[in-house]
């Protein structure tokens, strides 16, 4: 190679080229090839194929999730029917329209049974919310503590929801007499007819004056 003049080369007869520069250009042109190859198609293969495995490995982390999912299927069918069920006896404890005033009368006995004298029984206007109505009822009483505490372990013990709240108890200073102030609310279900209007109520758009 030390000998051959390049500048001697005839390009349009490479045939009589020595046999060492014939080798050089062989070699030279399969690398420009080769880095061609690489660059305009083989690259192009490495980076599709990147994508397809991070899709594989997402394809595959869902497939184990609904897996586990579809494995605990049946546990999920259990859980949901146990659900329902505790939610429909909740559900048959709050009493319906035509049985609200019995229960008023329920917790107004509840208190004359436990020896407390009402000074103040007073029903407030029903509260909607979702799909039950709330019914707070005002309600001041004397009596004593063992009086107050059979008041409220009765109310407790009554077949349908009533929960007490803001219990305030003062002591008259002169009489020495205790009173004791409390709000009870009671629930109803709305039937389908209520679940309806509600909705409407909240929808409609006010008219314009």
């Known amino acids: 190679m030390k000998d051959i003049d390049l500048n001697n080369l005839d390009l349009s007869n490479i045939g009589a080229w020595p046999t060492a520069v014939k080798i050089a250009l062989i070699i030279i042109v399969s690398v420009a090839v080769f880095v061609a190859g690489y660059f305009l198609d083989v690259k192009k293969q490495q980076e599709k194929l990147e994508r397809t495995e991070r899709q594989e490995m997402t394809l595959k982390q869902e497939f184990e ?7 605990n299927l049946e546990a999920y069918k259990q859980q ?3 659900i329902e069920e505790s939610f429909g006896a909740m559900l048959r404890q709050l009493p319906s329209k035509t049985e609200v005033e019995g229960l008023l009368v329920d917790i107004s006995q509840t208190g004359l049974a436990s020896g407390i004298e009402f000074q103040l029984f007073k029903p407030q206007g029903e509260r909607f919310i979702e799909f039950y109505a709330e019914l707070p009822i005002q309600m001041k009483m004397t ?11 009765g109310v407790a013990a009554l077949p349908r ?24 609310k009671t629930y109803r279900y709305l039937d389908d007819a209520e679940i309806q209007q509600q909705k409407a109520s909240k929808t409609k758009k006010p008219g314009r004056r």
């Open 65 to 71: 999730t609904k897996q586990a999912k579809a494995v």
């Open 80 to 82: 949901l029917k146990e």
């Open 143 to 153: 009596g004593d503590y063992h009086e107050f505490g059979n008041f409220v372990s």
């Open 161 to 184: 929801i009533v929960t007490l709240h803001d219990i305030s108890i003062n002591k008259d200073q002169k009489t020495q007499q205790l009173t004791m102030e409390v709000t009870a």
